[in-house]
């Protein structure tokens, strides 16, 4: 087999990520003299930020695998006015350095964008690497602007987001290589306001990164048998789209949520709580890693066997409906 | 070194003033950091009043060297600084000190408070902090000096040896790093704790430059660590600089020294009058 390939179960047309962040920076900062780009071990030799070092030895800066040096030293520089982005895998960003992001980043208010990598199950290198509780630590904390993208675009729209209004921000984004979701990036992203990419009123999905696309793909499928999903984008859980659950759940009666991440502290939770401080007992399935930590193996497949991928969507939906 | 003894005398008179008042000012909020800031009080009152660059009555002057304070419970002293320097009266101190719609924290808010540089407390987190601030100084070309002031105790946290190899990777000769090395920490001396062993080893083989102040509550020997201060040059790229004061916890105070229970406490006004005689002894170049 030559090289791995993930094995979404549909095949949209596919970026990574994780080099549209350098190339939306290269661009910002030829423009903008007081960005920084801040890595941990995260510097490719001949990759886009190889080539930004050489180009900005001043101002790309590598902290080798210390996580804490880089997010306090982020913050730092931030202090002295410079706005921070910071890149590396969100597992041992969000964990290693928890203190740093809450002290240093969201109590001080300091502009710097964590944008954590290989969200979820998707590093592949079992649990040291997943990034399960990350969302929960992140939408935690005060002052946090928490992002999870659904794809490349998204991920570019939302640090374009950061670059013009920087404050304490977490991007999370999967490994690479995942299908695009959204075909163009003129589909009105905005920080704070999720996206219904397919309507209907039977049952509501809402999914966070990649539970997005398996929303939208779900919603698809089950539309051919009549059965009409509204599926939801919640690419940001801080702020949440308060107004847009409410509706879901006034308009359509059941909620299922789709993440990967643990589900009993991340987006699931986010709208179980709007769901009971709004009254609204509706029916309600929370679809993620369960209290555990997850199976070896590629993403796709522990998606599968965790129920929370496209044909685990469909068949929930059908129990619940 | 030779140092200008009318200088000498008047940073010990003021070191002298602020302890008095570090005494007046536990007498009135009760319970506050003692240990600690007494035992740094020399070289804080040095550099504030004469070594750094930094104007009380423009503290936010964009040129100004910037102080950040690791050790967050040291608020104490800088809050009596401050106030000395007229920044804010003793009685908004005492009011509003650790109450709810209060300024003055146990550990410093910079948003309450614009003249600390950053909000702290949480120990570790001083020295990744300064690193950044002077890689950004660095990158800005804004030539003023980062100093960042630790205790020991808190070296022990890793977060601080992740900072000295990255500051020694990007050679930052606008970065001085102040231990206050007064060898007790929370509960007991640190070299029972947690042994540091030898501080000027390790800072040397992580690529530094080390300075060892062998009494730091000593004002001749401050002033004359202080004297080798780096210029102010952003671009300087060469060893950052390590100064190690090797001080007394509790300094000044006889009955509170090198007793590790006077981190934190309060004084009644027996205690009081005793702090202030132990002081006014400790006086060695000042006043006659």
Known sequence: MAGFVFNFDIMAPMMRARDMVPITLMEAMEKNPNIMYWVADGVTRGSIGADMQEKWPDRVMDTGIAEADLVGAAAGAALSGKICVCQTFSCFMTMRATDQILLDVAYNETPVCLIGTHGGVTSGGGPTHNAMQDIAVMRDMPNMTVVVAADANQCVLALKDFLNNPRPMFIRIPQGDEPLVYATDDYGFEVGKSVTMVDGDDITVIGTGCGALYAKNAAEELAKEGIHVRAIDMHTIKPLDVEVIIKAAKETGKIITVEDHEKSCGLGSSVANVLAENGLGIRFKKLGIPDEFAKLGYAAEIHGYYGYDTAGIIKVVKEML | ?288
């Open chain 2, 1 to 288: 070194m030779s140092v200008d003894m009318q200088l000498v005398k008047e940073l010990e008179n003021k070191a002298t003033d602020i302890r008095k008042m570090m005494i007046d000012y536990v007498q009135h909020v009760g319970v506050a950091h003692l240990g600690g800031p007494l035992s740094c009080l020399d070289v804080s009152v040095a550099l504030y009043y004469h070594y750094m660059n930094w104007e009380p009555k423009d503290f936010k002057a964009p040129g100004r060297d910037r102080f950040i304070l690791s050790k967050g419970h040291n608020a104490d002293l800088l809050y009596n600084i401050f106030c000395d320097m007229g920044l804010f009266s003793k009685e908004e101190i005492y009011s509003e000190y650790n109450h709810l719609n209060g300024r003055f924290g146990q550990h410093p808010n910079r948003f309450y408070l614009p003249m600390f540089e950053v909000s702290a407390g949480s120990l570790g987190h001083g020295l990744p902090l300064a690193t950044g601030y002077a890689v950004g100084a660095r990158a800005s070309g804004d030539n003023y000096r980062v100093f960042c002031m630790t205790g020991d105790g808190e070296l022990d946290e890793g977060s601080n040896w992740e900072a000295l190899m990255f500051a020694a990777k990007q050679q930052l000769g606008n970065l001085i790093l102040i231990v206050d090395k007064n060898q007790i920490m929370g509960t007991g001396f640190t070299e029972v704790v947690m042994p540091l062993l030898s501080l000027e080893d390790k800072f040397r083989s992580f690529g530094w430059d080390v300075l060892t102040v062998k009494d730091g509550n000593d004002m001749i020997q401050v002033c004359e660590a202080l004297e080798q201060l780096p210029e102010r040059n952003c671009q300087s790229k060469k060893k950052p600089l390590a100064i190690i004061f090797n001080t007394i916890k509790g300094y000044g105070v006889s009955y509170m020294e090198n007793t590790p229970s006077w981190h934190l406490g309060s004084v009644d006004d027996e205690k009081a009058v005793e702090a202030y005689a132990s002081i006014e002894s400790h006086r060695k170049y000042g006043k006659e």
